[in-house]
């Protein structure tokens, strides 16, 4: 290697099936198991091939309270995934409102952005999640925010058809 880092050690199968198991425990909300590992001093942002760390996966899998044993441990709330994404935006795609609570509580920017710009606000916007876009709002997202394209939250809802978030960010840019 040119760059003088060193190539990643081979591992074996029994290593392999660990973390597999692990990743999956985040996958499925298995608390216990994930806590006792934490315990152990497993690394809370540990990530698997595709940058997803256990966090995004309890995130986008809806298990809040895996979610906090994670952020109890310490796991970086605006650790994005190889795609840019966030665990709150991940949450908020997904229409989880007791992961998006865990992960403002836990310290998640509201206003981070992820791949392209997006804030969890313009994801919520887009899908339509009205209560996430609710509470987002009322944690101080910025409703004019615009994303690299230069649209709004607002913007991207109408774009997508979501009627009812498009009219309450209407009437919340209005205020």
């Not at 152990?40 to 986008?60: I, T």
Request: net charge negative; hydrophobic share 40%; charged share 20%.
């Amino acid at each position: 290697m040119t760059d003088g880092s060193k190539p990643a050690p081979e591992l074996d199968e029994e290593t392999i099936a660990f973390a597999q198991r692990v990743f999956q425990h985040a996958r499925a909300g298995q608390v216990e198991e994930l806590g006792d590992l934490l315990r152990m001093g497993l690394p809370p942002n540990l990530r698997n091939e595709k940058g997803d760390s256990l966090l995004m996966l309890a995130s986008y899998h809806g298990h809040a309270e895996t979610v906090q044993i994670l952020l109890q441990y310490g796991a970086d709330p605006e650790l994005a995934n190889d795609r840019g994404q966030t665990p709150l935006a991940g949450a908020a795609f997904k229409g989880d409102m007791a992961s998006v609570e865990s992960l403002l509580e836990g310290g998640a920017n509201v206003n981070g952005r992820g791949d392209g710009g997006k804030t969890p606000l313009m994801i919520a916007a887009m899908f339509n999640r009205l209560e996430i876009v609710e509470i987002l709002l009322a944690r101080g997202a910025d409703v004019e925010a615009r994303d690299a394209g230069g649209l709004t939250a607002q913007a991207l809802a109408s774009a997508m058809g979501a009627v009812d978030t498009a009219e309450l960010l209407a009437r919340s840019s209005q205020s």
